[in-house]
Structures are given as C-alpha cells and as structure tokens.
C-alpha cells in the first residue's frame, strides 16, 4: 500500500453535504475490471455535460483546482455504496487527503486501504478551510501527518487528530493482509474451537 | 462493565480471534457472499501472491449486478459487462469458489439469495462487497458490506480488522396500518434520524411492530440501514426466523439443527442492556412514505408536501432542500400525491422477494397501467420468480401492463442497461434516490412496491389504500 506522510497542494471546496459514491463515481465506470482511468470519471456528472464536454463552472474544470490534491467536503461525504472505486477514482485524479466534518464508515475504511488520509474537523474549521480553498490565491494547503498538522497559505497552522492506528497504518503503508496472515496459528485455533461448537458452519 | 449484553456485542464477543494493540479486532467472518463488481481486484491480487482463498466452503458468488434481465441465455452485449462477469466465472473455478451459475433456477440478487440458501443464520458474521449487505441483518446476525481490499482480506484469511461499533436501538412499537409496510417504515425511520445518524454504530431493531414484521418485511428493513448511516441492521432472531431458515439447503440438519436452536436462543440482547443511542417510532403514526429528494433522508407520508426551502433550519438544510427541488424538478410545498411518474421500478434487495411481488400484483390485478407509463418487475432471483409464476402473479402483472423480467440488481443500479432516460420520473422500490442511480439525469422516488404500482395505475402517487378501496 502506497505510504501517506505528507502532501501538499491546491485545496478544492465541495461545499455540499451528503456526496454519495454515485457522485463520486458513477455505476458506468463499475463494470470494468481495471482501476485505471478512473481519474477521468471522479465526480462525472458534475464535471461533464450530457455531450461529455467539461462544464466550466465545476471547481476541478477551473485552475488551480485541476491539480487539487486535497478536498474540503460537506458532512456525511461518501455516503452509500461500498465501492472501492470511490477512493481509486480520488487517488487517481492526485486527490489523496480529504478533510470534511464526517464520512461514510465504509468509505472511511477503503481509503485507509488505499493509503488516501482522510480528516474530520469540526465543522466551524471544515467551514474556514472551505473559504481559504475558495479563493484561488489562497487555496493551497500542506498536511502533514506525522505532525498531524495541516499548514494554510498565510502559514498558519491547524492541528488534527487521528486513531493512533490508523496514523500508524498511512504512514509505514501497512498491508493488513501481510499481518494478517501471519496470525495464520490464532485463525487455525479460533476455527477449530468453533468448529467443535458449530460444526455446521463447517462445509 | 454491565455483564448485560446486546445481540451485537454477543456476536462480536464470540468472532474476535484477536485484540490487537492499537484497539482494532481481528474478527472472524463465517459467511462471506460475493459478485463480480467487487470481487476481481481480490482474486488478482491474489493470483499475483500466489495466495490461496482460505475457506471456499464459507464463500457464495453469483453473478447479479451486470446481467441483463432480458434474453436470459444470450451472449451479455455489453464487452465491459460480459467480461466481468466471465471473470467472475473463472475465478471461481480457478480458486474453487462455489457459484451459483447464471442460467441456474437459484440465480439471483447476492442478498435474495443468501437466505434462501441458508447461507444466512442466525449468529454468524456475514459480509459481501456490497453496502446493502446489511439486509442480512434480519436474521440476527452481524452482516455489514466491505470494500474490494476487505473483500481479498477475507478471501485470504477468513478475517478483518475492524473497530468496534457502537450498539444503536431503535424501537417501532404498535401495529402498523393496513397497507403500511417495512418499507414504509424503514423509510420513516430514516426520515427520523437522517442519512448519517447511524454512522459508527450497529442497529438493532426493537418492538412490536418489527416482531409482526415477516422476515421479507424484516430484510427489507435491515437492507436500507446503510441509507441511515449505519453499516449492519440486527433482528433478533425468533420463531418467525427459525421457521424461515429450517430445511433451506446450507442450514443445520438433523441433529445440528437442535444444537443450532439451543444457540441462537442464547442470543437475543440481555434485558437491561446498554446502548449508546436509542430512538423509539409510533408504528400506528407511519403512513406510506414517499421520497421527494435526492437522499433516502428527504422523504414525506403521502398525504404531504415537498418541503420549502426557506423554511430550512439553517443555509446548508436550506441549499440541500434547493439543490434537490432544482434537480427532481418539483416545486417547494407541491403535494406528494400530485407529482407524476413517466417509470415504475418494481424489485431490488429491498423489494424483490416474492412478499413483495404478491404486493404487487394484488394492487395490479384488474388494472391496467396509466397512459404514457411504463413499468418493470424484475424478481430478486430465480426461486422467486419461480414461486411467483406458480402462484399465476407474472399473467397478473402482464395483463395491466407490466413487464415481467429475469431475476438480477436490474434498475437499481443500472449497471446492466435497465434504465431511466434523462428527466424520466421513476416509482421505485429500490434503496436511493441518490442523483443519476439509475440513470443520468433521472429522477427516483422510493417507495413500496404496492405504492409503486399504485403511482403506475394513476399516472402520480396515490395513497395505496385509498385504491384498494
């Protein structure tokens, strides 16, 4: 999994609540069997009209927000389907950290997969950044996980917090898998208890 | 600590295989069901690891989202969509995955499935690459849906590492009205405690009104509490579920079947448990419930009205109100019942069992569709359309109009070609409203399949008893 330490870069403002996974990336990009390109699809229907043209009024068909690598979203951003390809199209596009006053739970566990850093902050804050990301001359924003800091183009600084796991999982870029597996004795002990308990779990 | 304990925390309790350090458990995951949008990115990975799938005897794929539900048996004609699902195929095969195939009679949505085969009990942990896998939760087990990485976790270990949730009740007593539904009142539900106010936690319903429900009434239910914020819905499982599960294929037999009892008796919260948040609901105030906006949360009893923006607590409620009008194409203060529909959606995970399609059909017979609507009924698997045709519901149907399709997600999430057309307004009984769902630009209204038909035979919603009367 790909490491997340620090970023930093164009800050774009979604200020709407409740963004779904369809809107993030709609049901046409979900039948192919590859994560490439999906950059291309992340927030479709509003980046693109019907003839597939750029709509100029969306914040990531505007400079500096094409190369927006950090996203300030309303509350309950991701809401809905569990489909991975919601942080993929992200991480794709070069957004990699999203900063909103709250996230759908299985969203919030397929970034951590995907090494995308994710950060609630109360919303009066998530309100302030999204005013300094809608100015183009302030926009850029530098995050900082180790520090747990997030520092604003005037240079000030707004502090985060994060579980200690997760932190620790972003910043060494933690395959879960590869220490699963080596927990291979507790699973084998685990299975056999239970199937003595309950063996028809047991096929 | 209360030694008194909720359902949830008895099932977890028993799944943990280890606590790690930073506070997550590793959780152990009895039943895992699959598909082909989800599952590749795992099976690849897999491939690529050389890593074998763990437990293929706690696994159950089948293809469902990207099936075309017409012309059954012919080549799939979209390349993205046949492809996928031939790779599901494969997968299976190579990894030794059992599969319910799509020309087979148990074909059908992954979660209509799942309790039909006994693959869903009571107790277990259940997941599946997909949010509305919570429907499972209506059997009294932990089910909750899983991203694509979790989905190879699982494969390759039998396990994930979760954070524990925290334990919600939300108690529906009374009796619900005639015509009233477990759809109407998750909608309600939803309505009462918003799109995200079950985020973190795990609900259990509670009360009479849920005990009275069927177990479709029930999955019904358990399906749409993602849409409230909430990853897993939990049932306790009584006499209405041991009834349901008893002599389904991968259910306990013979003398398993009183050790499985015994345990899933033991199961039920503690009286005196702890819950972290609790919500109660009036079922007798529950009228049928009709969505206006583009999140399950924006709903109204049909005898309402579409909200008014600036009567909106606050500028964000007041922009979302708008930004919702402004895309559904309706007016503030416009009653629900005058609003028209173009489409009528009847099937899902949330409404494709055969309960459902008997609720149809009833509302349907000796009516016939309204002028310039039109409308499918698409059954949540083949068993269920088997049942339905038995029982002489498709020659209802198709006699006012409908069109009577084979099993799979269908128009829920239009994946395979089942469609709305730009500004097409849809009745449907599927689980969100969210923009463009089930196509660009389309414009959905959830609500029960006997609503559903009801808005098709009118031509706009109507209060379903209102007809039947």
């Known amino acids: 999994m790909k490491k997340f330490t620090t970023l930093s870069g164009p800050a774009a403002p979604l200020p709407m609540i409740n963004v779904d996974t369809d809107q993030i990336i709609p049901k046409q990009y979900l039948s192919a069997i590859t994560r490439a390109g999906l950059g291309k699809g992340l927030f479709h229907d509003f980046r693109y009209d019907m003839e597939d043209k750029e709509k100029p009024d969306f914040v990531l068909n505007r400079e500096p927000y094409r190369n927006a690598k950090i996203l300030i979203a309303g509350d309950n951003f991701a809401c809905g389907s569990s489909r991975e390809h919601a942080p993929w199209s992200l991480d794709d596009f070069g957004i990699r950290c999203v900063i909103a006053p709250g996230f759908a739970d299985i969203f919030f566990n397929n970034c951590t997969k995907n090494g995308l850093l994710l950060i609630v902050l109360e919303e009066a804050k998530v309100n302030e950044l999204m005013a300094l990301a809608d100015n183009p001359q302030a926009c850029e924003m530098a995050v900082d996980l180790e520090a747990q800091t997030i520092t604003l183009a005037d240079g000030a600084t707004v502090t985060f917090e994060i579980e200690a796991s997760r932190k620790h999982r972003l910043l060494n870029g933690l395959d879960d898998i590869e220490i699963t597996l080596q927990k291979g004795a507790e699973i084998g002990a685990f299975e056999a208890k239970q199937k003595a308990a309950l063996p028809w779990l047991y096929r | 600590m209360s030694t008194r304990k909720t359902l949830f925390d008895k099932i977890w309790e028993s799944h943990v295989v280890a606590e790690n350090d930073d506070g997550t458990s590793l959780l152990y995951i009895d039943m895992h069901l699959t598909h082909e949008v989800t599952s590749w990115p795992g099976f690849e990975s897999m491939r690529n690891n050389d890593r074998p799938v763990r437990r293929p005897d706690a696994v159950l794929a089948v293809p469902d989202h990207v099936i075309p539900t017409t012309n059954r048996g012919e080549r799939i004609e979209d390349d993205q969509a046949r492809v996928q699902f031939e790779t599901l195929v494969k997968n299976c095969a190579d990894f030794n995955v059992p599969l319910i195939p799509l020309m087979d009679e148990r074909q059908g949505i992954v979660h209509i499935i799942g309790p039909e085969q006994g693959a869903t009990q009571p107790g277990i942990t259940l997941v599946c690459g997909d949010s509305h896998t919570a429907t499972h939760g209506a059997f009294g087990c932990l089910a909750f849906g899983i991203g694509s990485s979790e989905v190879e976790h699982v494969l390759s270990t039998q396990t994930l590492v979760q954070k524990r949730p925290k334990n919600m009740r939300v108690s529906v007593d009374g009796d619900l009205p005639l015509g009233v539904t477990g759809k109407d009142m998750i909608l309600a539900i939803i309505g009462a405690i918003g799109t995200a106010g079950g985020t973190g936690h795990v609900i259990e319903y509670v009360g009479s009104a849920i005990r009275a429900l069927s177990m479709e009434g029930r999955m019904t239910v358990c399906n749409m509490t993602i849409e409230g914020g909430a990853r897993a819905g939990l049932i306790a499982a009584d006499e209405t579920t041991f009834a349901y599960v008893k002599g389904r294929p991968m259910a306990p037999k013979d003398g398993d079947w009183d050790a499985a009892l015994d345990y899933w008796r033991s ?203």
């Not at chain 2, 923006?309 to 503030?332: C, F, G, R, T, V």
């Not at chain 2, 017979?365 to 309204?370: D, E, H, I, V, Y």
């Open chain 2, 267 to 469: 199961l039920p919260s503690d009286p005196g448990a702890a819950y972290d948040k609790e919500v109660s609901l009036d079922a007798e105030a529950i009228a049928p419930q009709v969505t206006w906006g583009t999140s399950p949360e924006d709903v109204a009893p049909i005898d309402g009205r579409v909200p008014d923006p600036a009567a909106a607590a606050d500028d964000k409620q007041k922009n979302a109100i708008q930004q919702a009008l402004d895309y559904m194409d309706l007016k503030a203060n416009q009653p629900i019942a005058d609003i028209k529909i173009d489409r009528a959606f009847i099937g899902s995970c949330t409404n494709g069992r055969i309960e459902d399609m008997r609720a149809a059909a009833e509302v349907a017979k000796g009516r016939t569709l309204a002028a310039g609507v039109s409308a499918m009924v698409v059954p949540g698997s083949g068993l269920v359309k088997a049942q339905a045709e038995a029982e002489g519901l498709d020659k209802i149907l198709v006699a006012a109009g409908f069109e009577w399709r084979d099993p799979g997600c269908s128009m829920c999430i239009a994946m395979n070609g089942d469609m709305l057309q730009p500004g097409e307004r849809c009745a449907s009984t599927s689980n969100r409203n969210f923009r463009g769902r089930q196509g660009r630009d389309g414009r959905t209204h959830l609500v029960s399949p006997a609503m559903a038909v009801a808005a098709a035979i009118e031509g706009h919603f109507v209060d379903v008893r209102e007809l039947a009367s």
